[in-house]
């Protein structure tokens, strides 16, 4: 197995830019990691939304597809809404594929950070039908006539257990996201392919870990092996526990598991 670092691509979630993940992002490049954070083009205050989920899927198919061409090995590093949209977006784009092809680069390995991993066919509503919270949506996101939606109290829902300055920060780069995205089913299945590290955060408003956990349950019932690793946080864990996050980057980098 290389030593190598590879390069990251970070997709980030619903009602998030990259902004939000400035300090995470200038912490993997401190180490020596070049990492790429594409803006999902669902993710914004246009009204109405400009975009949608299959939009999200092609701008980070779009970006992979360019580096593994080049041969680049890449981790992709997932979180929230944005593990649904990288697990669709690198369907076949993984190094075992790849190499079966004679073509070079590839996805070495997949590591959500309380993101959704689904089988195909599934929604992120389906997630939460599962959960029986569906009478809570109103209570944490509100639904605008022109298809956008954007949460109710945002601090509450991400930046739990962030300090005062990590929120002020944080806050004006949160956008609208489409309701349509929470609709639309995944098509993707990388995480059968490909080493799996999953992250679980305990304190979580906006996946929650009974959400995290049905789908967890869900791919071990398919026989694929995942690393769950527990910590005990809210939802922003890139910003509250981010040494963390840095330590479990690193395990997956040199994980033994890795093609």
């Known amino acids: 197995m290389t030593t190598a670092n590879p390069t990251i691509v970070l997709v980030h979630g619903a009602w998030h830019t990259p902004a939000n993940y400035a300090p995470f992002v200038a912490d993997l490049e401190s180490r020596g990691f070049t990492v790429h954070c594409p803006h999902l083009p669902s993710c914004t205050n246009t009204s109405p939304p400009p975009a949608t989920y299959q939009d999200d899927v092609v ?13 680049e090995r890449v981790l992709l590093l997932l979180h929230s809404y944005g593990g649904a949209i990288g697990t669709d977006a690198v369907q076949d784009l993984d190094l075992p594929s790849r190499a079966a092809q004679n073509l070079p680069g590839g996805i070495v390995h997949l590591l959500y950070l309380c993101a959704y991993i689904q089988l195909p066919g ?11 919270m569906t009478g809570f949506w109103p209570q944490f996101v509100q639904d605008h006539e022109d298809g956008s939606t954007f949460p109710v109290d945002p601090v509450q829902l991400f930046l739990g257990d962030c300090d005062a ?19 639309t089913p ?59 996050v840095m330590r479990l980057v690193d395990e997956a980098v040199h994980d033994e598991r890795n093609p």
């Open 165 to 183: 300055d990590q929120i002020a920060a944080a806050r004006p780069h949160l956008v609208r996201s489409p309701l349509s995205a929470f609709h």
């Open 59 to 71: 701008t980070i198919r779009t970006l992979v597809t360019t580096l593994v061409n080049n041969g």
């Open 122 to 132: 599934r929604t992120i509503w389906d997630v939460i039908t599962e959960a029986q």
């Open 186 to 244: 995944s098509t993707g299945d990388a995480w059968r392919r490909l080493p799996v590290t999953y992250l679980t955060t305990t304190k979580d408003y906006s996946v929650p870990r009974v959400y995290q956990d049905i789908m967890l349950k869900h791919v071990a019932e398919q026989g694929v092996e995942v690393k769950v690793v527990e910590v005990d946080t809210a939802h922003s864990v890139f910003l509250s526990r981010r040494e963390e």
